[in-house]
C-alpha cells in the first residue's frame, strides 16, 4: 500500500526542554484519518510539523503531494476580500482584464485552465452552505462559524493531495457542522483530521491515536476504534491479573523455602551438637548445606523479581483513563417545584423570552450562532440585565461560560474550591477533589499551570462542589476544545448532578449522553423542537 504521508523517526521538544516526540514514525494512507488524542499529547504541534510550520529536531516528513493546513485558531483579516481568502483573486483580476480587451500573455497564464474560477468557487461555497456570501466581500461581514467554512472552501478549491483540518467543528452551528460533514464526505483526496466532534469521527475511514509520543492506527470509524480499545483493554487488564498471581505464587513460595531452610538449620544445628564428628568435617558440611540454601534463595528472589517485571509491563498496558465517580444528592430538586422563571424578557441582542422550567428537567439549547444562547444564559445568570421583562431563578445556580473564567489562575485548586465552598474543612475539600481526579499533591496545582483538560475538570468540581449547592446548572459550548476523555468525564459528572440543568451546544452526539428531557431552540424566539436526528 503506498502512503500519502510518512513520519520517520521524528523527534521534536520544545526550547525550554520539553520533549513531545521521541522517535515518532507512522504512515496514514488514502481516505480519511481522524486523529485522536488527550489534550496536550501534541496534535496541533504533528500538524504544524507534517504542514513545515514547524522543523523537527530529527526525522522526517515525506508527503506524496501538496499539504492544505486549516489551523484550529484560524484568524483572517477582516479587510481581505473573499476572492482573496480563497486564493482566485489572481485568476479573477487577469479574466477581468482579458474581457475588457486587454490580452498581454500575463493575463493568459495567470488564468491557465481555470476558464470557469466563478463557477468553481461558486459551487464550492454553496455545497458548504455559503450560498449568499458575494465573492467580492469582505471577511469581516461573515460570522466566525462562516470564515471557518470559507476557510474549508479556499483548501476545497486548493485541491492539495494531503489536507489537515485541526478541530474544524469548534465554534459551528449544528446547521453549519451538517454542511462540514458534507464537505468532508465528498473529499476523495487524503484527509488527516483531529477533531473531539463523535458525528464527524463517525463518519472518518481510520482513527489515528497519538498516546505516549508514539501513533497506532486502527481500521475504521470512532466506534470501531472504541470497540477494539476495549478489547485491547480487557485482554491488558487479565494479563495484569495472571502477573499479579504470579507475583504472590513467587512471594509464597519465597516464603515457604525461606522457611524451611531456617527450620532446617534448627535441626541441623542440634544434630551438630550432638555428632561426634571431627569439627572440620562439620564445619564443611555447614558450608555447603549454606551454599545450597544461598542458591536456592537466590533462585525464588529471581523468579520473584522477574514476575514483578512481568507485572510492571502488564500494567504498562493498562490505560490510566480514570473516571470521575461522583454523589451529589444535595443538588436534587423535586419533581415539579419551580426552578426557573423568565417572563417578557427582552434580551439585549433582541428576541423576547418566556420560559418556565419545573423540576429536575435537562435543556438542550440550539441554535445558530449569534442567535443569542450566550446573552440568554448570562441573563439567566444576572450578569446582564434583561432590556424589559423578568427573571428569576428560585434556587441556587451556577455557571460555567466558554471562555472558563470561573478560577483564579494564581490560586491552587484548593484554594479555588475553598473559596467556593467557604464552609468546607481543608479535608472534605480534598476528599471531593480525588473524586474528580485530583489526589494528593495533584490538588495544589496552580490553575494557570494545568493543561486544558485539566483545568475544565477542576473548574466544573469547583461549579458542582460548591456552597451553596447549584441546583440549576447552566453550561454555555462546554465541549469545545475538550479531548474525547474529557467529554467523557464531564458526561460522567454531569450524569450524577440531580439538578436542573440547561446545555448550549451543537455536539448533539453530547447532549444525548446527558438525558436531555427538553429540546429548545432560540431563533428569534424560544421554542420546544424534536431532538435532531
Known amino acids: 500500500m503506498s502512503h500519502a504521508l510518512v513520519v520517520n523517526d521524528l523527534h521534536f521538544g520544545w526550547p525550554e526542554g520539553a520533549v513531545l516526540f521521541d522517535g515518532l514514525s507512522f504512515a496514514v494512507g488514502s481516505g480519511r484519518t481522524g486523529l485522536v488524542g488527550a489534550n496536550g499529547s501534541g496534535k496541533s504541534t ?8 514547524l522543523t523537527p529536531q530529527a526525522g522526517s516528513v515525506t508527503i506524496a503531494g501538496t499539504v492544505g493546513y486549516l489551523r484550529q485558531d484560524l484568524t483572517l483579516d477582516a479587510g481581505l476580500p473573499i476572492d482573496e481568502v480563497l486564493g482566485i483573486a489572481g485568476v479573477r483580476s487577469a479574466l477581468r482584464a482579458i474581457e475588457s480587451g486587454d490580452v498581454a500573455d500575463a493575463h493568459f497564464a495567470a488564468v491557465g485552465d481555470d476558464w470557469d474560477v466563478d463557477e468553481r468557487a461558486r459551487a464550492t461555497l454553496d455545497r458548504l452552505g455559503l450560498a449568499h456570501v458575494d465573492l467580492d466581500r469582505r471577511v469581516g461581514e461573515l460570522s466566525g462559524g462562516e470564515a471557518v467554512l470559507l476557510g474549508l472552501a479556499a483548501q476545497f478549491l486548493r485541491r492539495p493531495d494531503v489536507l489537515l483540518l485541526d478541530e474544524p467543528t469548534n465554534n459551528l452551528d449544528l446547521d453549519a457542522r451538517r454542511r462540514l460533514y458534507d464537505g468532508i464526505a465528498a473529499w476523495t483526496g487524503v484527509m488527516l483530521v483531529v477533531s473531539h466532534d463523535r458525528d464527524l469521527l463517525e463518519r472518518v475511514d481510520a482513527i489515528a491515536e497519538l498516546r505516549g509520543g508514539q501513533v497506532r492506527v486502527f481500521g475504521g470509524n470512532l466506534a470501531a476504534y472504541e470497540e477494539a480499545i476495549t478489547v485491547e483493554q480487557g485482554a491488558a487488564e487479565r494479563g495484569v491479573r495472571a502477573a ?23 535441626y541441623g544445628k542440634k544434630g551438630l551438637e550432638n555428632t561426634r564428628k571431627p569439627r572440620a568435617v562439620i564445619r564443611g558440611e555447614k558450608r555447603v548445606a549454606q551454599v545450597s540454601a544461598g542458591k536456592h534463595r537466590i533462585m525464588h528472589a529471581e523468579k520473584l523479581d522477574e514476575a514483578r517485571e512481568r507485572l510492571a509491563e502488564a500494567e504498562k498496558a493498562v490505560r490510566d483513563d480514570a473516571e470521575i465517580v461522583v454523589d451529589l444528592p444535595q443538588t436534587a430538586v423535586p419533581s415539579g417545584r419551580t426552578v426557573l422563571t423568565v417572563e417578557g424578557a427582552e434580551l439585549r441582542c433582541g428576541p423576547t ?53 470561573v478560577l483564579d489562575d494564581a490560586e491552587t485548586i484548593v484554594d479555588n474550591l475553598g473559596r467556593m465552598a467557604p464552609t468546607a474543612t481543608d479535608f472534605e475539600i480534598r476528599s471531593r477533589l480525588a473524586r474528580f481526579l485530583f489526589r494528593g499533591d495533584r490538588a495544589d496545582q496552580v490553575v494557570g499551570t494545568l493543561s486544558g483538560g485539566e483545568r475544565f475538570r477542576a473548574t466544573v468540581a469547583a461549579l458542582l462542589l460548591s456552597e451553596p449547592p447549584p441546583q440549576l446548572l ?37 447532549l444525548r449522553t446527558l438525558g436531555i428531557t427538553r429540546w429548545l431552540r432560540l431563533d428569534g424566539t424560544l421554542s420546544d423542537v424534536d431532538e435532531p436526528g
Open 474 to 510: 447552566l453550561l454555555d459550548e462546554p465541549t469545545n476544545n475538550l479531548d474525547l476523555a474529557s467529554v467523557r468525564q464531564l458526561s460522567e459528572a454531569l450524569t450524577a448532578y440531580e439538578g436542573a440543568l440547561i446545555v448550549a451546544s451543537h455536539d448533539v452526539a453530547f
Open 46 to 53: 504533528l500538524f504544524r510539523l507534517v504542514s513545515g510550520d
Open 353 to 405: 423570552i418566556d420560559l418556565v422550567l419545573r423540576g429536575p428537567e435537562r435543556v438542550a439549547l440550539l441554535g445558530a450562532n449569534g442567535a443569542g444562547k450566550t446573552t440568554l444564559l448570562e441573563t439567566i445568570t444576572g450578569r446582564l440585565a434583561p432590556v424589559s421583562g423578568r427573571v428569576r431563578a428560585a434556587v441556587p445556580s451556577r455557571y460555567l461560560p466558554q471562555r472558563l473564567t
Open 244 to 266: 499479579e498471581s504470579d507475583v504472590r505464587r513467587q512471594q509464597r513460595e519465597l516464603i515457604e523455602a525461606q522457611t524451611k531452610h531456617s527450620r532446617r538449620e534448627r
